[in-house]
């Protein structure tokens, strides 16, 4: 599973005359190149359901032990009928994949809406909803395995009156909050933040961060941790004249400070210009990465362009340090004032400290009603973005009528080189979610691997120090044909060795048993750069488990 060439394949010559040739051929039918630009791979499809449901408002959390494990939460309703609207979770093992549902949520599951998850630090996930029957509850749950199974927690917040829009986060920073869960949500135009410390059994009295008055009228946003623990709401202050806030707390909830001005907005309309509901909710998040921009903050929003009728993504950023917020700058980069619009823009800093944005575009729309997904990155903490380019493969009808509705955000989710996208389609009906993983590395795939008997099994492959210089090392992983065709994604992938100075390298082990065989993978990397396991450019690639999950590190 290599870039291959003639007859040379990652399959290990000592084996071959033990290996049916059912197993030659697996390897045979790779032959991968390297994208000159990140390259989204081929969309796959979250839900399994049969034609009819709406599936919208997703969110994916990253579990911090194994990264190659995600869980979704996303709202699900028949004939866009608010009133059966549930919540159900699904769950990868392979970054993204591959997907399966492991069920709704437990309780009443009609008129669930507004889902939220996150990782804790040790690896167990939490998820909050709004449970609309009888009354207005916002349900918190826990799981121990992953997604698979869910207890039910104590309410994070039970009121009769008006409260909206909770989400859910934990700190799973090492600061001194480590394991607090907060919950953010509005109500009567003012916005309240729970926490709990003991894993959403108790809940603490709300406290109020959009200082202001009686007569403010806000929209929650994003929460975002930060190394030291500093838990970041961003909102949106709706009075003339409006703008786009933060608001900080550095005691775990307890307090917050005087919220910071962003910048100004015209807040996103929805009727007369579009059927389904949008809003100029700002997403945030912290850079944790440990390098220059450690701490610094990332913010990206829609703001309304009246005389060109039109929709932009404006995107700002907090400098470490620093007290208040870089000026907003457009962040599209389609010709302006085109009346061409960008909704539900979201952002997320890796571990490395890149930040990825991604967004509704309508820029290719001919004027019949048709959207796509696009994304940008800046590998220089904000400061510059490189152009954007679509994550779908194909544009999608945005819904008309009664009823119709999009959500109010899209699903990211970061690792280092690799982010995945999950957003709501509607070419197959009302409403699937898709999932897209898109591969970013600064160093090409390794290319001309072969493998040779010289006695022991050598492989070699073309330097890269040429390119990438004499620091360049490679790392070399390794597992059975036999596995490889039963779990089907690298599942039992080795790390045969780690930091090889160059080509070729001897694999000391002993021959495979009779009857299987030895696949290898090698990349490059130099630090922190490196390059892809696989090929962003074959579908599908399961390899992503890799790349998200290196078994050399």
Known sequence: MHPAGGRTMGLSERSRRHVPLAFVLVLLAANFLAPAAPVPT?????????SGPRQVEPMVAIDPLDPAHLVLVAEESE?????????????????????????????????????????????????????????????????????????????????????????????????????????????????????????????SDPVRLDAGGDNTSNFPGE?????????????????????????????????????????????????????????SRPSLDADRSGGTFHGGLHLVY???????????????????????????????????????????????????????????????????????????????????????????????????????????HLGLATWAHVFLVVWPDRNRDDGDLLAAAVRDFPFEEVSDLRVNRVPQTELSWTSQDPVHGAATVYDVVSGSLLDLLLDGGFVSATCAAEDVDDSPWVDPRADPSAGDGTWYLVRSQQGSDAGSHGSSTAPPDLRLRLDVAPVCH
């Not at 081929?42 to 049969?50: E, G, L, S």
């Not at 962003?262 to 309309?269: L, N, T």
Request: with cysteine.
């Open 302 to 408: 829609g703001t309304w362009l009246d005389a060109t009728s039109e929709t932009d993504v404006q995107r700002s950023r907090r400098l470490p340090g620093v007290q208040g917020w870089v000026p907003p700058v457009r962040l599209n980069d389609d010709p302006p004032g085109n009346g061409r619009d960008q909704d539900f823009p979201s952002v997320r800093v890796d571990p490395l400290g890149t930040v990825r944005a991604i967004w509704m575009d309508r820029r290719n729309d001919p004027g019949t009603g048709l959207a796509e997904i696009f994304a940008a990155s800046s590998h220089d903490a904000g400061g510059s973005f490189e152009p954007s380019f679509p994550v779908s493969a194909e544009p999608f009808p945005i819904p008309t009528g009664p009823g119709s509705f999009l959500g109010d």
């Open 42 to 50: 081929p969309p796959v499809r979250v839900n399994d359901d049969a």
């Open 79 to 203: 004939n866009r009928d608010d009133t059966t609207t549930r919540v159900r979770v699904y769950v990868s093992d392979d970054g993204g994949q591959t997907w399966r549902t492991t069920g709704l949520l437990p309780g009443d599951n009609l008129r669930q809406a507004n889902p939220s998850v996150s990782y804790c630090g040790d690896g167990v996930v939490y998820a909050a909803i709004q449970d609309i029957n009888p009354t207005l509850i916002f349900q918190t749950y826990r799981s121990v395995d992953g997604g698979v199974t869910w207890e039910r927690r104590t309410p994070a917040q039970q009121s009769p009156s008006a409260i909206d829009n909770p989400l859910l986060i934990c700190d799973a920073s090492d600061g001194p909050f480590r394991g607090r869960l907060y919950v953010r949500y509005g109500s009567a135009g003012k916005i309240y933040a729970v926490h709990s410390t003991d894993g959403a059994a108790t809940w």
């Open 223 to 279: 929460m975002a941790i930060g190394p030291d623990s500093s838990l970041w709401v961003g909102f949106v202050k709706n009075l003339t004249p409006q703008e786009i806030r933060t608001a900080v707390s550095n005691d775990g909830g307890l307090t917050f400070e005087a919220p910071l001005r962003v910048g100004p907005v015209d807040v996103v309309p929805t009727t007369p210009f579009v059927d389904f509901r949008r809003t």
